[in-house]
């Protein structure tokens, strides 16, 4: 083993669904995190601090969902290196 | 079993004839048909577009159809959500179940399209008279979908 490869870093892929594609200007981007593990709830903290539309749309209280690699998950899930992080509004189908 | 998500429009009756097609143990066919209004929250719609999460949103429904083959009596379950551009009038999704008898055919067939509103990564957005919106999800949606939740006789 190579105990030099040991990450610092966290990378995951954001992806931004209907009214939060919009509102970002974005249908998703690669996000590096400044820690070795992290949460969804890091991940939110992460954008939400950038301000602007990240700061209003991810406010605590507001109805988003989140999926790592297509399963709704809890904001104390852990995400791992190359997760698919996505943001859901309120879905409206049917 | 099947899902499908897909821009194009189905054909019911061709459909309801794949999904019971040689079952001679088949003795009812539940379906829900949803279409699209021309007014919602007191705007005239004029077009809606919908969209959704691929990957995720079959592997959505796969799971709600699961479930509900797990918890009622029934044979076989589809269900087509369209996405894409619609207009007034258009039929959105299907949802269609077979059983031996009609009573958790219907229970199965509104389990599923309850669950959908709620579970399946799916987004309308509305083209109205003074512009674009999207839809805002409805509290009658969360309230049908706890029924089942506390529902314990089915």
Redesign the interface.
Known sequence: MNDTAIRHTLTVNVVYLARLREAFGSAGEPLQLATATATVNDVLTALASRGGAFATELAAGRAVRVAVNHTLVSREARVQQGDEVALLPPVTGG | MAVRVQTTDFDVAQEIAALRASDPRVGAVVTFI?TVRDVNADAQVLQMT????P??TE?ALDAIVVQARQRFDIYDALVI?RVGELRPTDQ??LVAVTGAHRGAAFDACRFI?DY??????????EQTPEGAR?????TTDDEAVARWKTDTTT
């Open positions: 949803g919908l969209e959704h999460y990957g995720m592997k959500h959105i999704v399209i959908l509103k709620t579970e399946a990564p799916f987004w309308k957005k999207w839809v805002d999800a409805r």
